[in-house]
């Protein structure tokens, strides 16, 4: 016959209690999956969700489309002469150009100068032009036949068909471009029978 103490004390009577306590007591059931947050997007009237989001702002060059030249940088409207020269480029064989021409005429003057504003910039991107040897037409742009140049194009007659503008001294974007082909219109324009240099 085994003998038991006469009392538990209280710290082993705690433990036996919690023991108890613990195996009699139900498993709780695993917490339940907590469902993604998920944010709400207003739909409108139309269907289409709303943003806030800002949309691009549309292009202000339509595709296809060269951007169009502010006032600034045409020639001013106070220009009343034209002085029109020919430079001569490489492989001419020792020919010489035509003595330059100034043109005060009203309207041949309102028409270079409607002819050269009237030019877009010169588009982006690589082009295969015709090769270019120097050969070019300048139009120099006076408020008067002895007056400063206000502005000056030079028109390109190979290669790309660029003309290079300066306003006041100050280069300007390259005008015009590939298959523009200015030289022959200028020299209509301004009535001269000026040869195109061959190569």
Known sequence: MRLLPDALSPLALGAAVAVVLSA?????????ATAPYMKATPIGS???PLTTA???APSAVAPGKRAARPAS???PVTAQAVTISMDLGQNQGGKTPPK???ITDPATVRELTALINGLPLFPPGMFSCPAGFGDNLVLTFRAGPRTPALA??????AGCDGVHFTLNGKPQPTLAGPGTD???RVLKTAGLAWKIPTH
């Open 100 to 102: 330059p021409v100034t």
């Open 54 to 56: 800002k949309s691009p």
């Open 73 to 75: 940088e045409k020639v």
């Open 182 to 184: 200015n030289g022959p």
């Open 152 to 157: 000056v194009a030079t028109v390109d007659l």
């Open 46 to 48: 139309t269907g289409v």
């Open 24 to 32: 009699c007591a139900v498993p709780h059931a695993p917490a339940a």
